[in-house]
């Protein structure tokens, strides 16, 4: 038990040194840092506040429609609400981003000892907690995606055990976070029955379900179960079963792939996007590595994940494409574990600490009156 409870120490301050670092030249009202201007702004949450609720959202003058909130899931921000009377509401959303934010690194942790030596353990969790730079800047700040991924990496470490409830029961907690949780569900539907079929298309005679184990998967329900929730709440707040596929432009999704090279695209915006090319070759070697690995329980959701993502047109694709980020730890386990890129990432320390801070001073919701939302 000591031992465990060293091994959450260790995480928790591999989780939350990083972003203590990050807030520290805000926190103390730096008027630059290393050449780079930094403002004195913030960030709040507004459906923690209203719940969806009409009558509410208009008290918060953003220029947006009630409609808009419904393209954001309900589990991020009760959290915050329920935090709130401790903290109120902005250093609510703080807490629940950082407490999220350990919940996935130490998921993270556990997942990994699966590919690599357990002295190679603490390294990769800690390379993680820094690599992608977005993905630091996401912790650092308030947002969904630290819960997010912290589910979703909880649950596909269970089912990859065959613990099917409790991989359930983080995949319906990774809906109520955000709507690419479905993709959880259909890759786990994919995971389970396709090897089960394809060995009964070449044996016949062989039985491919083992009844206790089909019931066991039931549990997976459980995910789209938490899509039909988030709708009836849409239902009985915004009278709109479907208010999410009415939020405005807020899905990104397209018919096309590729889209986002359309630089016209409202969300995108400028012909600068030779990044976006390394995001998806890294996300194919990633998912071709995995099935080199046989890791087909990987392997279906990195795949269905990954060719949502190539639909997607907004210039912060690396933010849509996190989920995928520590399955593709997992496919270059080997290479991350070396020492050139232990040297490679001494180097990189800087830049990743110089780009959130820039990123984060630009990308600040212009908020004149914070009374509403304290």
Same mark, same amino acid.
């Given at each position: 038990?000591? /031992?465990?409870? @060293?091994?959450?120490?260790i ?5 939350l ?22 403002p *004195? ?6 459906v %923690?506040k209203?719940f969806?609720?009409?009558? &509410? ?11 808009y !909130?419904? /393209?954001h899931?309900?589990l !991020?921000?009760?959290?915050i609400?329920?935090?709130s ?6 250093y609510a959303?703080?807490? $629940?981003? %950082?407490?999220s934010s350990?919940?996935?690194? !130490? ?8 590919y690599?030596e @357990?002295?190679?353990?603490l390294w ?9 730079a977005?993905w630091?800047?996401?912790?650092s700040?308030?947002s ?9 990496? /909880?649950s596909?470490?269970?089912? @990859?055990?065959k613990? !099917?409830?409790l /991989? ?9 976070? =955000? ?6 569900f259909i ?9 089960r079929?394809k060995? #009964?298309?070449?044996?016949? %005679?062989?039985?491919?379900? =083992? ?6 998967f ?10 039909? $929730?988030?709708?009836?709440?849409? =239902?009985?707040?915004?009278n ?5 596929f009415h939020s ?7 018919i ?5 090279f ?19 070759l890294?996300?194919? +070697?990633? #998912?071709?590595? #995995?099935?080199?690995? *046989? ?8 795949g ?5 993502i ?11 494409? &996190?989920?995928?980020?520590?399955f593709?730890f997992?496919?270059? %386990?080997?290479? +991350?574990t070396?020492?050139?890129f232990?040297y490679?990432?001494?180097? #990189? ?17 212009p ?8």
């Amino acid at each position: 038990m000591l /031992a465990k409870f @060293k091994v959450i120490f260790i995480i928790s301050l591999i989780s939350l040194l990083p972003t203590l670092f990050i807030w520290l030249p805000f926190f103390i009202r730096a008027e630059s840092v290393w050449g780079i201007p930094l403002p *004195k702004d913030g960030m709040a949450t507004v459906v %923690a506040k209203t719940f969806y609720d009409p009558s &509410l959202t208009g008290n918060y003058s953003f220029g947006l429609p009630n409609e808009y !909130y419904a /393209a954001h899931f309900p589990l !991020y921000p009760l959290l915050i609400r329920l935090l709130s009377p401790i903290t109120g509401y902005p250093y609510a959303m703080l807490l $629940v981003t %950082a407490l999220s934010s350990i919940l996935a690194i !130490y998921f993270f942790y556990l997942f990994i000892q699966n590919y690599i030596e @357990k002295k190679d353990a603490l390294w990769i969790t800690l390379v993680f907690s820094l690599l992608p730079a977005r993905w630091l800047i996401v912790r650092s700040v308030g947002s969904t995606e630290p819960l997010f991924l912290a589910t979703i990496i /909880a649950s596909l470490y269970y089912f @990859k055990q065959k613990k !099917y409830l409790l /991989a359930g029961v983080w995949g319906l907690l990774a809906q109520l976070t =955000k709507s690419p949780g479905i993709l959880l569900f259909i890759a786990y539907i994919f995971a389970f029955f396709y090897p089960r079929l394809k060995e #009964l298309g070449d044996h016949p %005679a062989n039985t491919p379900f =083992k009844q206790s184990e089909l019931k066991k998967f039931l549990s997976i329900l459980l995910i789209p179960f938490g899509l039909i $929730v988030v709708f009836f709440i849409y =239902k009985i707040q915004l009278n709109d079963l479907f208010a999410y596929f009415h939020s405005g432009d807020n899905i990104h999704l397209f018919i096309l792939p590729f889209q986002i090279f359309n630089y016209s695209q409202s969300w995108v915006g400028t012909f600068w996007l030779e990044e976006i090319i390394f995001v998806y070759l890294f996300g194919l +070697l990633g #998912l071709i590595k #995995l099935v080199k690995l *046989k890791d087909y329980d990987l392997a279906w959701f990195v795949g269905i994940f990954f060719f949502s993502i190539l639909f997607v047109s907004h210039r912060d694709i690396i933010r849509y494409a &996190l989920p995928i980020v520590p399955f593709l730890f997992a496919a270059f %386990a080997d290479n +991350l574990t070396k020492n050139e890129f232990k040297y490679a990432m001494l180097v #990189l320390i800087i830049p990743i600490y110089l780009f959130s801070l820039a990123y984060i001073s630009q990308n600040v919701m212009p908020i004149s009156d914070w009374s509403p939302l304290l």
